[in-house]
């Protein structure tokens, strides 16, 4: 395997990228799960440990990825930075708006979900798009007003990190909520209709 501090910048991020989301998918799968599960760890501890890494991860990417070499792109002057800062507030807003309806201690693995699964939300945001907060972020950060090589190759891996996830989560929804499959059929994932869904 190659040495990824040895890479092209962009590969570096890339290749760390893909490792990030395989330990990731890894730990999110039913499989990797139950295994655990029959050893005795309870659902609520996985969940717990599973939020841990996965920011202890995180860090540890962006930390890598803050070291490369890098090199500016743009860097946006007004009155288009304030337009592109708009953007980034409301990305700030969608992520926002995505917290309200969710059991957020629940999701953060502090206590269980009720009914042991992760429950089916509709309401506010979920009504018009069914992943707003991978959107949230994606609006902040590729409305960002400057952009360098390596933060716009980052952005980029994270949004197909993103779509990749969003899949996987919905295969999940699927086999806990077989309703869900209605849902989607009606609701887009990432784009929001202009008009709302009855």
């Known amino acids: 395997m190659p040495d990824v501090i040895s890479l092209h910048p ?32 309870s659902p609520r501890a996985y969940r717990l440990i599973y939020v841990g890494i996965g920011l ?31 953007v980034q507030a409301l990305g700030l807003w969608v992520v926002l708006a995505s917290l309200v309806p969710i059991d957020v201690p629940a999701f953060l693995g502090l206590r269980l979900f009720p009914q042991g699964v992760e429950p089916f939300v509709q ?29 716009l190759n980052l952005f980029l891996s994270i949004a197909v990190y993103f779509v990749a996830g969003s899949r996987m989560e919905e295969r999940r929804m699927l086999e806990a909520h077989p309703e869900y499959e209605a849902y989607k059929a009606m609701v887009p994932a990432f784009i929001p209709r202009l008009r709302g869904n009855e």
Not at 14 to 35: E, P
């Open 10 to 41: 962009v590969q570096s991020i890339w290749c760390s990228g893909m490792l990030f989301a395989l330990i990731h998918s890894v730990l999110a799968s039913r499989v990797c799960k139950t295994g655990w599960y029959a050893i005795g760890l």
């Open 56 to 86: 202890f991860t995180t860090a540890l990417w962006l930390g890598f990825v803050s070291q490369l070499p890098d090199r500016p792109l743009y860097d946006v002057d007004w009155p288009w930075r304030a337009g592109m800062l708009a």
């Open 123 to 151: 309401r506010g945001i979920y009504r018009h798009m069914r992943h707003p907060m991978y959107v949230g972020i994606m609006l902040m950060m590729f409305a960002s007003p400057s952009q360098s090589l390596v933060s």
